[in-house]
């Protein structure tokens, strides 16, 4: 059974840092291409950072550059979202989610078949 389990979330101040991992059983997670995903209470899920099967990296939000990386650790088949810098707006519930079917990155939810229990994110003083 394909799973991605998200961990690492909880509460920080601002101007502090917080890794997020997603790690995958049932499939091997290198060979795809991977999203991480922000939902703020009242929004919709939105794209965030994502690196694609080919570790091709894109950001789908231009408010984490600079302070948002996102890394693959093969042997554990696991993907880290780093976020530094974190602000008040950055508070969300965290998802990452693979794609199956394409080598490249998208930042839209409906090209991710799987997503991971999402964990959450608060970041205030």
């Known amino acids: 059974q394909l799973q991605l389990v998200e961990s690492g979330g909880g509460w920080v101040q601002p101007g502090g840092s917080l890794r997020l991992s997603c790690a995958a059983s049932g499939f091997t997670l290198h060979y795809y291409t991977i999203g991480w995903f922000r939902q703020a209470p009242g929004k919709e899920r939105e794209g965030v950072l994502c690196i694609s099967s080919m570790d091709h990296i894109s950001w789908y939000d231009d408010s984490v550059k600079g302070r948002f990386t996102i890394s693959r650790d093969n042997a554990k088949n696991t993907v880290y979202l780093q976020m530094n810098s974190l602000k008040p707006e950055d508070t969300a519930d965290y998802y990452c989610?693979?794609?199956?079917?394409?080598?490249?990155?998208?930042?839209?939810?409906?090209?991710?078949?799987?997503w991971g229990q999402g964990t959450q994110v608060t970041v205030s003083s």
């Open positions: 989610a693979a794609d199956l079917r394409h080598y490249v990155c998208s930042g839209s939810v409906d090209d991710y078949g799987y």
